[in-house]
């Protein structure tokens, strides 16, 4: 493996899985999907007899749950699933050194349920719920796969390098592809005969007028659905490329001993490890990480949930209000990097995790379009930066004696999962219990706090210049 390090072709290889799967984490987690799934649950709740000015109340499994908050534990169900089933599979990785087969399984679970997202309307809502859960599993238990193979493809001194280049190949990937569905929302004319079949209807005098904004409101519905469609072939098509040329190390002994609980026992000794005063840094790091996950990953799955329910901005409106944040944080992934290499990864950490804890503060005041808007552009300079930042310093951390970097990469994931199992748990218990997400929003400020504790805790460190 070692001559592999750094080597250009292995990287791009490496960056261009955040290409394909990043397409996911804007267009379905957070641009398309949830404006569409607020609207497809809206209308079932108001056609089974709910308050028709809201909270919108979905009978799911004989409950009622606010519709936000069911698509806040959707999110939570599937963190929980991808912490139980992740460790067993980093295990088998380790052993067999095939963390390139877990990852195209992931990699096609998440796409084909990003397909099959397509039927999803009102009068399926678990088949929408089931698939939604199902992507979510595909794209959470892929990363920790591929976050793996860092440590394994370049030097310790490229890590924030090579790390920013893949967060931001996934910005410029996913802004595309988001760009084209846009237009097609948009614009549904361009791509199909919105007019051309009802207009003959209407001269016809078959339909009257409505009739034409009746047929540009089914074309905008389908290509929404198509925009679903184009996620999975997206991401699923260009992993080709990573799939291909990223090398893995090939298995030369047999592993004894049973690699189903392996990985429970790589994430105990990971545990017992960092227990140790010499790895004191690093245990306070996974803490601050933890608690700064809980609220920034729930603030991220239900950013465009809160423009559409607290403020009624239109869906397209939200889009490109989305669009914006990804084409600033390619700026801000690469700005942090930049300001990390001069004053150090923990200080920078520090700054951005204060400014997160002002952005829930802030949102909790908003009441307008140019106020979520100005806020939006905030939120895209640190998002890609805190991203980028905690997965490579983390790289650094991780002992330089271990070879099992997929442990310390799962124990990563387990953590930062479990992190987004609470945040949005708790934010969906307090938004079912107050029917309030503003409240819910605010609370999360109490994460980032806690997060930042630990972080500004982490001294004398030199790799980190902190």
């Known amino acids: 493996m070692s001559k592999q390090l750094n080597d250009p072709k292995v990287i791009r290889a490496w960056t261009m899985y955040d ?3 990043s397409v996911f984490s804007l267009s379905i987690a957070t641009a398309i999907f949830p404006p569409y799934y ?19 109340l979905i009978n799911f499994l004989g409950m009622k749950i606010v519709n936000t908050a069911l698509y806040s534990y959707s999110i939570s169900i ?63 238990g892929s990363i920790v796969f591929y976050n793996a193979f860092l440590p394994e493809i370049v030097t310790e001194d490229q890590f924030d390098k090579v790390s920013a280049r893949g967060f931001s190949m996934g910005y410029i990937g996913s802004v595309i592809l988001l760009i084209v569905n846009l237009v097609s929302i948009m614009f549904p004319q361009l791509f199909f005969p919105v007019k051309s079949k009802a207009q003959e209807l209407v001269a016809a005098g ?7 904004e009746q047929a540009k409101d089914y074309y905008v519905v389908l290509a929404t659905k198509l925009s ?22 090939k298995v030369t002994t047999k592993y004894e001993g049973n690699i189903f609980s392996k990985g429970f026992g790589e994430i105990k000794k990971v545990w017992n490890e960092i227990q140790g005063k010499e790895h004191g840094k690093i245990k306070r ?25 607290e403020l009624h901005l239109p869906t397209q409106d939200l889009i490109i209000t989305i669009l914006i944040i990804q084409l600033i944080a390619i700026l801000g992934a690469w700005m942090f990097s930049r300001i990390s290499a001069k004053v150090g990864n923990i200080y920078t950490l520090i700054f951005m995790i204060l400014v997160w804890i002002g952005i829930c503060f802030v949102a909790y005041k908003i009441t307008t379009a140019i106020e979520f808007y100005s806020l ?6 640190v998002m890609g930066g805190i991203q980028s930042m905690f997965r490579s310093t983390y790289a650094k951390l991780i002992p330089e004696h271990t070879h099992d970097h997929a442990s310390y990469f799962s124990f990563y994931d387990v953590c930062e999962k479990l992190a987004i199992v609470i945040g949005t748990f708790s934010f969906g218990f307090l938004l079912n219990y107050t029917g309030n997400m503003r409240a819910s929003i605010l609370a999360l400020a109490a994460y980032f706090i806690i997060g930042l504790f630990f972080i500004a805790r982490i001294k004398n460190f030199k790799t980190l210049h902190a």
């Open 376 to 381: 939006g552009a905030l939120v895209g300079i």
């Open 285 to 309: 790091y996974l803490w601050g990480f933890f608690f700064t996950s809980m609220g920034l990953q729930t603030v991220m799955y239900v950013a465009s949930l809160f423009g559409s329910q």
């Open 78 to 140: 599937a963190f929980i699933l991808i912490t139980l089933v992740s460790p067993i599979l980093s295990g088998i990785a380790d052993a067999r050194r095939n963390k390139k087969s877990f990852l195209k399984f992931f990699c096609y679970t998440g796409s084909v349920s990003c397909l099959m997202l397509y039927f999803f309307n009102a009068s399926n809502i678990y088949l929408g719920i089931l698939f939604f859960i199902l992507s979510l599993i595909g794209f959470g």
């Open 228 to 249: 679903f469609v184009s996620v999975g072939l997206w991401w699923a098509g260009f992993a080709q490329i990573t799939f291909k040329n990223l090398p893995e190390e």
């Open 38 to 56: 607020e609207a497809i649950t809206k209308s079932a709740s108001i056609a089974s007899g709910n308050n028709i000015d809201g909270p919108y």
């Open 19 to 21: 290409w394909a799967n």
């Open 206 to 212: 078959i339909l009257d007028a409505a009739a034409l």
